[in-house]
């Protein structure tokens, strides 16, 4: 915290200097000035991607040692973009763990394949592809798997058409057979500023959320022809 507290006062010395070098006519200040500054942004940025990752990886070790003590397979993982949440599929066992912070730890919520009712992809709270219980999923799986990359899954799936309009968040909103707690949001954008739909970072985003609602929808199709044998 101290380094990066001292950052706003090297860069304001740094603009200070600027001004000195330019009224004095001395290049050779200017040029050095803008040196510094370059350098204490970049530093800056590295220092805070450095940070997040540290973040990310005790995230990580807290939330391996629940799975270990649930005695869950991570067979498909996801930590959401703000962190708070994280979804993990056990294929092995027909489970899926939503994991819920809350006051910096992490809930655990467990469930069966068959107490999975709905999901669903949002945009800024409009429903982009839903599947339930009682819908369709034209979905046809290649192979086994139920995470085998992109282009695992091939067909449609039921729901509106995608906004072509800026983006500011993606969700993928889960609902269970859970009285106590039957809705779980998984983030996977949430931006300030509205991301155009050809933005390779919506685009990334985008299809993460859309592999995973596949999955959820062939897991829902799978209870509904166990059911109906």
């Known amino acids: 915290m101290k380094r990066l507290y001292g950052v706003p006062a090297i860069l304001l010395l740094a603009s200070l200097f600027i001004f000195f070098g330019v009224w004095n006519d001395n290049l ?16 800056n940025r590295n220092e805070q991607r450095d940070m997040s990752e540290r973040q990310i990886k005790v995230i990580n070790s807290k939330l391996n040692t629940i799975i270990n003590e649930l005695n869950l ?12 949440n994280a979804l993990l599929i056990d294929e ?12 910096n730890n992490y809930q655990p919520y467990v469930y069966s394949f ?20 009682g819908s369709q999923v034209g979905g046809v ?7 085998g990359g992109a282009g695992a899954i ?14 500011k968040s993606i969700e993928l909103i889960l609902t269970c057979d859970d009285l106590i707690q039957p809705l779980h949001k998984i983030t996977f954008l ?9 933005n390779p970072i919506y685009k990334n985003l985008y299809d993460k959320a859309l592999l995973w609602q596949n999955v959820f929808s062939v897991i829902i199709k799978r209870q509904q022809n166990n059911q109906s044998v």
């Open 28 to 43: 050779l200040i200017v040029l050095m000035s803008l040196v510094t500054i370059v350098i204490t942004i970049v530093w």
């Open 141 to 147: 799986v290649v192979g086994g798997a139920l995470l």
């Open 73 to 84: 397979t991570k067979t498909h993982f996801f930590l959401d973009f703000n962190q708070q």
């Open 114 to 133: 068959n107490e999975i009712v709905q999901s669903e992809i949002k945009e800024d709270d409009s429903t982009v592809t839903k599947v339930d219980r």
């Open 190 to 198: 949430k931006s300030n500023d509205p991301l155009n739909v050809d």
């Open 92 to 103: 092995k066992q027909s489970k899926v763990a939503v994991f819920k912070n809350e006051d």
């Open 154 to 167: 091939i067909g449609g799936l039921s729901g509106s058409k995608r906004n072509t309009k800026g983006v």
